[in-house]
């Protein structure tokens, strides 16, 4: 069964303190794996898409990474702006339909 | 830039009302999806549309229809609320079937049943 797990489920930082996300994944051949920023009461907001393993996607802090088993986000001197709930999706290929699998999400709070 | 746009941000209806979400892009994508958003739950998908006039179910159907219509117009129908579907509604675009492109989102409805 295709799956997305991610952690930590919540990640409390200081302004400046770097760390990462982690985004788990078991899919019958990936498509895309996709990582969306949700600031409370609004919708996802498309931050990344990464195709293979290996590829690396960057803005500003951020940093994204792929393996074939798993995905990171990095934050980098992040600040309270940062604030928000990463998700990450995967599109599955095979005889999936290519809808998107979602996380959970990792509630990132970053306090100055 | 993609504009997805739902048209109530939030809703009070009643048990047993009719309910109406209506979600418009701009983009001329061919696909739509409707999911809804509970907390521990993670996005659930509810029904998608690849295409004018189709739909197709997603993982939690039951209670709920869909209509579309027109391309940019995708909107979701809970035929008789009840207090279980209580949440909040997502919509969202993205370019072709079987397209590795991502989907883009609006900003929600969240939408109460008393």
């Known amino acids: 069964e295709d799956q997305v797990t991610q952690s930590p489920e919540a990640l409390r930082l200081q302004e400046g303190e770097s760390s990462s996300l982690n985004c788990s994944y078991t899919v019958s051949g990936l498509r895309g794996l996709f990582w969306y920023r949700q600031d409370p009461g609004k919708g996802p907001e498309f931050l990344f898409t990464l195709y293979s393993a290996g590829e690396e996607k960057e803005k500003e802090r951020l940093k994204a990474t792929l393996t074939k088993k798993e995905s990171f986000l990095h934050i980098t001197a992040p600040k309270p702006e940062d604030s928000a709930t990463y998700l990450c999706?995967?599109?599955?290929?095979?005889?999936?339909?290519?809808?998107?699998?979602f996380g959970k999400g990792t509630k990132l709070s970053v306090k100055p | 830039d993609v504009k997805v746009t739902q048209s109530s941000r939030y809703l009070v209806k009643r048990t047993g009302e009719k309910v109406f979400l209506e979600c418009v892009q701009d983009?001329?994508?061919?696909?739509m999806f409707w999911y809804r958003q509970d907390p521990g739950l993670g996005l659930r998908l509810i029904y998608f549309s690849y295409d004018v006039k189709m739909k197709e179910k997603g993982d939690i159907p039951e209670g709920y229809s869909v209509s579309r219509e027109k391309k940019e117009r995708f909107s979701l129908i809970l035929e008789s609320a009840s207090t279980n579907q209580t949440s909040m509604y997502l919509c969202a675009s993205g370019t072709g079937r079987y397209s590795n492109q991502p989907q883009h989102f609006g900003d929600g409805t969240r939408l109460s049943i008393l």
């Open positions: 983009m001329d994508h061919e696909n």
């Open positions: 999706a995967v599109q599955a290929g095979g005889g999936s339909q290519g809808n998107l699998i």
